[in-house]
């Protein structure tokens, strides 16, 4: 005597033919160039140059303190000799030897 089986399996969920089985991607403008990629050496070379390069952090990001400092002391000077400079013109000309 045999036992029939106890339950029948089937899947959860019924999905849709075009789930199960999706048609293969397009063959767009912007798939064909990045297969052309894909397949030259240098130009796969400098894409992943490119993306290296992307994610590197600059110097800025990496010292805050550093920078902050530099760039303050930087600006102070730029800023002192501008003043001294237009005050030095302004006392030329005042003396009218400008």
């Given at each position: 005597m045999s036992n029939p089986p106890s339950h029948e399996h089937r899947a959860r969920v019924d999905l849709p033919e075009w789930m199960r089985n999706p048609e293969p991607p397009r063959r767009t403008p912007g798939r064909l160039l990045s297969e052309l990629v894909d397949r030259t050496?240098?130009?796969?070379?400098?894409?992943?140059?490119?993306?290296?390069?992307?994610?590197?952090?600059?110097?800025?990001?990496?010292?805050?303190?550093?920078?902050?400092?530099v760039s303050f002391v930087f600006v102070a000077a730029v800023a002192t000799v501008l003043v001294a400079g237009a005050a030095y013109l302004f006392g030329r000309m005042r003396e009218g030897t400008l």
């Open positions: 050496p240098v130009l796969r070379e400098l894409r992943r140059a490119v993306w290296r390069w992307r994610e590197h952090t600059r110097f800025s990001e990496r010292h805050p303190v550093l920078s902050a400092v």
